[in-house]
C-alpha cells in the first residue's frame, strides 16, 4: 500500500467512527443544553444585597470611574447640571431616542438627540447592567443607544437603575437573556478610556472618553 492510500485509510476509519460516535455526541450536546448546568462561579462574581452594591461602587471607584446616586429618575435633569457645573463644562448634553428619558424636563440644559459626533463635550447612555464582579456596564446599541455615544465624547454619562446590577457573568447573561435583548452590538465597557502603550505611562481617553461618570438611580 502507497502512502497516499495509508493516509486516505486513515481518514476513511476516522470518518466511520466519527459517524458512528454523532449520534451519542449529539445525545450529549442536547442533555447539557436542557439541563443547563452552571459553571464554576468565584466568589467575586457571586455577590448579594448590600455587598453587591458595595463591590459594585468600589470596582468603579478602581477603574477610575466616578458615581453620583439619586433616588428618583426625574430628578436626572437637574443633577447633570449640576455636574457639569462642577466639571466646568457647557450646560448641554447629546443622547439618543431612549424612552427612560424621553418624559424629562430637560430645559435645564441643553440636550440634543441622535447618534454621538466627535465635537461632543458630553453624551448619555442608559446601562441595561451592571457587574459587581467588574464594574463593568452592559450597553446594548440601538437608535435608543447609539454605540457612537459611547465612544465620542470626552465625558460620558451613563444612567443604570441599582436593580439591574448583577453578580458577574452568569447572572447578567440569564438576566439579558429573560429580557429578551437582542442587539447588535453589546458594549461592555469598565471605566474610561486608556492605554499604556506609550512608555508604559497610563493615560486617560487614548480610544475614547477621557471621564466616565455613572448616575445610579436608587
Known amino acids: 500500500m502507497s502512502g497516499r492510500e495509508t493516509i486516505l485509510a486513515r481518514v476513511r476509519a476516522a470518518a466511520r467512527q466519527r459517524t458512528e460516535d454523532d449520534a451519542e455526541r449529539e445525545d450529549r450536546v442536547a442533555g447539557r443544553i436542557i439541563r443547563h448546568e452552571p459553571g ?24 477610575s ?34 424612552p427612560m428619558f424621553r ?58 437603575r441599582r436593580s439591574d446590577i448583577m453578580a458577574g457573568f452568569e447572572d447578567m447573561w440569564a438576566a439579558f437573556r429573560a429580557r429578551g435583548l437582542d442587539p447588535r452590538t453589546v458594549n461592555m465597557v469598565t471605566g474610561p478610556s486608556r492605554s499604556a502603550d506609550i512608555g508604559q505611562q497610563l493615560q486617560l481617553g487614548a480610544h475614547g472618553p477621557m471621564a466616565l461618570h455613572v448616575f445610579l438611580i436608587d
Do not use: Y
Open 103 to 160: 418624559s424629562l424636563d430637560w430645559s435645564v440644559l441643553k440636550a440634543s438627540i441622535g447618534p454621538g459626533r466627535p465635537v461632543e463635550p458630553v453624551t448619555l447612555s442608559r446601562a441595561e447592567f451592571g457587574m459587581a464582579e467588574t464594574g463593568t456596564l452592559v450597553l446594548c446599541s440601538g437608535l435608543d443607544n447609539p454605540v457612537t455615544l459611547t465612544f465620542l465624547g470626552e465625558t460620558h454619562f451613563v444612567v443604570l
Open 40 to 63: 464554576l462561579v468565584p466568589r467575586q462574581g457571586a455577590s448579594s444585597g448590600h455587598g453587591r452594591l458595595t463591590q459594585f461602587l468600589n470596582k468603579l471607584d478602581q477603574a
Open 65 to 98: 470611574a466616578s458615581v453620583g446616586r439619586i433616588s428618583s429618575l426625574a430628578e436626572l435633569p437637574r443633577v447633570i447640571a449640576r455636574e457639569l457645573r462642577k466639571r466646568g463644562l457647557p450646560a448641554e448634553v447629546r443622547m439618543g431616542a431612549e
